[in-house]
Nanobody
Framework: QVQLVESGGGLVQPGGSLRLSCAASGSFIRINDIGWYRQAPGKERESVAAITRGAGTSYADSVNGRFTISIDSAKNMVNLQMNSLKPDDTAVYYC??????????????WGQGTLVSVSS
């Protein structure tokens, strides 16, 4: 069983900052890929930022330069620092990971989501 638990969402004014965190727990060997997706009302879920083993970080064009993803490998935790937030960033943010299990299989896991609201 592998779980992702997010924290850090909330209400912020335009131009403000928030930091999201996601902690992975369970019996896995390693994290191969971890990142954040978001889903705004009436829109499809989209990738925001990710860290891939052997490939580094990637960002959606809409957040590049404003958001920074980082990983604490010792704690199996990934953070998303969000600066210069805009109303268009309002969405439920989901942590996502692909982990290597002891069986050798790759397991895809989603967190429960955390709401980020950007409004004055």
């Amino acid at each position: 069983q592998v779980q992702l638990v997010e924290s850090g969402g909330g209400l912020v004014q335009p131009g403000g900052s928030l930091r999201l965190s996601c902690a992975a727990s369970g019996s896995f060997i390693r994290i191969n890929d971890i990142g954040w997706y978001r889903q705004a009302p009436g829109k499809e879920r989209e990738s925001v930022a990710a860290i891939t083993r052997g490939a580094g970080t990637s960002y959606a064009d809409s957040v590049n330069g404003r958001f920074t993803i980082s990983i604490d490998s010792a704690k199996n935790m990934v953070n998303l620092q969000m600066n210069s937030l805009k109303p268009d960033d309002t969405a439920v943010y989901y942590c996502y990971a692909q982990v290597l299990m002891p069986s050798g299989k790759i397991l895809a896991v989603w967190g429960q989501g955390t709401l980020v609201s950007v409004s004055s």
